[in-house]
């Protein structure tokens, strides 16, 4: 790690102490690493007029323990803030979920970043918390100065691997490119435009995207820019160029397998998927993501029992796996069993994933069925407050609206629909005859 010492004496003395720990708690005698994944949520704040520094230290502290530690599953990115890392999981980051609070995550990271001491230099304040969620204990607290985010992230993730799994030493991390560390952080902060509240925040997903390529191409070994990169270009509905640019990570980390399936899946190769697939299971059995995605492979096959046996120990493995409580009550909602069953499947994962726009409109399918019409029109207007051009959700809201005498409401949500609703849409004609109708 680069030191920035200055001549003042008082300033040198300064800078060494803030490089001892500050804090040492020792662990409880009933308290071991965890078994299994552990959840690790990372928060930087601080960093409000210095973006991407905050994103580089993520970025590098992902990386590190991405590629040292298979059993690390990082499940958000966000600060103190929610400003600069409260990013939209479901649809791009190759995450499972933003939780909806620190409490789903088993360890809880955090780094304050303070105002610079030296030119290109700064000062990170580290601590690690439990949250209590599994009996395990992990705390330490650093304080760290450097020259660069590369650094600090470097050091940052090599006190949480060690301290993680309980171990003194270790693989060391990979040297980084600066330079591409820097141009992923820069991308980022331009892709995740839509979360950040930040005054001049930057509105350009293309040079975002264009930036993380950059990276790559600097540094080949990012393996976090590669998975978030896949992710982007999946919700793109670009599978081919997912695959090309998360390939050669797929054996390196269960998350990039994960994604390599998903790729493979989506442009028809159902055997390269089930393969990969599989991979992501071997390197991490108990997690959500492999589970589910193999799980719908088989649901997709008609094999139904075995879908479900998968459903389920995701679950039992996970209970906060809000994709594998969805994907068990969609299967179970089109076999047609069991509604009431179904819609409280999809409260719980609607519960653990709130913006996800799906599961309230089928939520609310399954509360119309059950001829439970006002619970029916709360869950499509929360389908539409997380996604408001979702036009089948605005069909449904007017069609249960009609039903319970609201007809000018009804009327709306219909016109609603047409704006939405694409050109070749089977429905159109029945929907413009209701308008007509409620004129």
């Not at 470097?154 to 980084?176: D, M, N, W």
């Not at 793109?236 to 790729?263: C, D, H, Q, W």
């Not at 719980?348 to 059950?370: K, V």
């Amino acid at each position: 790690m680069d030191l920035v010492i200055s001549n003042s004496k008082a300033l040198k003395k300064f800078e060494w102490i803030m490089l001892v720990f500050l804090l040492a708690f020792p662990r409880p005698a009933d308290a071991g690493p965890c078994k299994g994944p552990i959840r690790t949520a990372l928060m930087i704040s601080g960093v409000e007029d210095q973006p991407e520094i905050g994103w580089a230290v993520t970025l590098v502290t992902w990386q590190d323990l991405l590629s040292m530690v298979p059993g690390v599953l990082p499940i958000s990115l966000y600060d103190t803030e929610q400003a600069l890392f409260q990013c939209e999981a479901e649809e791009i980051v190759g995450y499972p979920r933003v939780p909806a609070d620190r409490a789903e995550a088993d360890v809880v990271v955090s780094g304050k970043v303070s105002k610079t001491l030296e030119p290109k230099g700064f000062m990170l304040e580290i601590t690690a918390e439990p949250t209590g969620r599994r009996a395990c204990n992990y705390r330490f607290g650093k304080t760290l100065f450097a020259k660069d985010p590369v650094s600090v992230g470097h050091e940052l993730s090599g006190e949480i691997q060690s301290k993680l799994l309980g171990k003194t030493g270790g693989k060391q991390a990979k040297v980084l490119s600066i330079d591409a560390v820097m141009s992923a952080a820069k991308g980022l902060e331009m892709l995740f435009r839509r979360s950040c509240r930040l005054k001049g925040c930057p509105n350009d997903p293309a040079g975002g995207v264009r930036l993380l390529e950059t990276a790559i191409g600097l540094d080949p070994g990012l393996v976090s820019v590669r998975i978030l990169l896949a992710e982007v270009y999946l919700h793109s509905r670009k599978p081919a160029k997912a695959a090309a640019v998360i390939e050669p990570a797929m054996n390196r980390n269960y998350l990039a397998a994960l994604l390599f399936g998903r790729a493979m899946e989506s442009g028809g190769l159902s055997d390269k998927a089930y393969k990969a697939y599989s991979t992501a299971r071997r390197s991490c059995p108990r997690c959500c993501g492999p589970l589910t995605a193999l799980a719908g492979m088989s649901a997709s096959k008609g094999e139904t029992r075995h879908a479900m046996e998968l459903y389920d120990k995701a679950i039992s493995f996970d209970p906060g796996c809000s994709k594998a409580l969805f994907s068990k009550a969609l299967l179970l909602h089109r076999k047609g069993r069991n509604l009431a069953k179904v819609a409280g499947l999809y409260e719980e994962a609607a519960r653990l994933s709130p913006a996800n726009p799906d599961i309230f409109y089928y939520l609310g399918l399954a509360r119309a069925a059950l001829g439970e019409m006002d619970q029916a029109i709360s869950a499509f207007r929360k389908a539409l407050e997380a996604g408001p051009e979702f036009p089948d959700a605005w069909r449904n809201l007017g069609v249960a609206l009609l039903k319970t005498g609201k007809r000018k409401e009804a009327l709306e949500a219909f016109k609603k629909c047409l704006k939405y609703a694409p050109k070749e849409a089977p429905y159109r004609s029945l929907v413009e005859k209701q308008i007509t109708e409620l004129k």
